[in-house]
DNA sequence: GTTTGTGCAAATTTTTTGCATTACA
DNA sequence: TGTAATGCAAAAAATTTGCACAAAC
């Protein structure tokens, strides 16, 4: 990641955890850290390997309390795409979208699509909420594998 | 529930099952029953309490088998809305509605809007894949709580 | 110095699996 | 009758909790 998403973020983290309170312990900079230095989807043990050999190695518990710090600072979104284990990804500067996940062969693709953000000032103005963020998932068939038997996605 | 709906549902699994080679199970059909003598959202522990008590008394591992064949014949539809535990949803005939889940006390909000048709339509078109359903929640604070301090989905 | 946060392991919760038994076809 | 489906209990997977120790403030 660049510097400037680097600094930025750490200063997201810094005055967050100053207006809530709470302590600024390395391990929740270094998770930070750690997050910024992929992109794509992670869970929380795919974090816990990732980290496990670096020089700061932390433990599932702490990962699991302060991911809720993340999230709630606006710096990390959850997704569940079906399975029974939460999915995360990087939030911020990282470009708006929503995922398609295949039923045949539960891969994820990303697409954009701006009318969302329509839809999302329709529901809170009627239900007069302040959304902070949504999950929108189409769980779908691949036409290649119905049509011809074979596709893309399950080759790899 | 109407008596065309149940007659409905129960065809539709009787073609399923039928199409899928799977057996009709007096199982299957009580399980369906049950999800269509009740509205709103339900997990399997939930469904496993209510089916205990009657006529059907069904184990845990037969409501997580079928659930998936009631998924895959369209009867039912999943929800995963931040806990981790997937919640149920009858799905023949139920209006089709989103999601707004209050960050504050948790609470599950229905909405309407046509607009995600749309949405759908573009994003199966761009990836050449039929989507079979969707799933679209918004996280948000109440506006209430946050002006006044107090909301009227707490106090409940 | 106080108290929050961390690490570890144990506990809990949710879902899956193995296997003997039942019952659909 | 052969085989898929069920029930039960045990196992696995994901997350939470309790408590002693470490480290922010």
Redesign the pocket.
């Known amino acids: 990641m660049s510097q400037e998403t680097k600094d930025a973020v750490n200063k997201i983290l810094t005055d967050y955890?100053?207006k809530?309170?709470?302590?600024?312990?390395?391990?929740?900079f270094a998770?930070l850290n750690e997050i910024y230095s992929h992109d794509g989807h992670f869970?929380?043990?795919q974090l816990y390997l990732m980290m496990k050999n670096k020089k700061?190695?932390?433990?599932?518990?702490?990962?699991?309390?302060?991911?809720?710090?993340l999230l709630d600072a606006g710096l990390v979104i959850k997704h569940q795409f079906g399975?029974?284990?939460?999915q995360f990804e990087k939030a911020y500067k990282y470009k708006q979208h929503d995922h398609l996940i295949c039923n045949d062969c539960e891969k994820v693709f990303e697409f954009c699509d701006p009318r969302i953000q329509q839809i999302q000032r329709s529901a809170q103005d009627m239900l007069n909420f302040d959304i902070i963020n949504h999950s929108l998932n189409f769980f779908a068939k691949c036409r290649d594998l119905k049509e011809k038997g074979v596709c893309e996605h399950l080759k790899k």
Do not use: F, G, P
Request: aromatic share 6%; net charge positive.
């Open positions: 955890l100053e809530q309170q709470h302590r600024k312990t390395a391990e929740r998770i869970d929380i043990e700061y190695r932390v433990s599932r518990a702490t990962l699991y309390n302060n991911i809720e710090i399975k029974n284990m939460a």
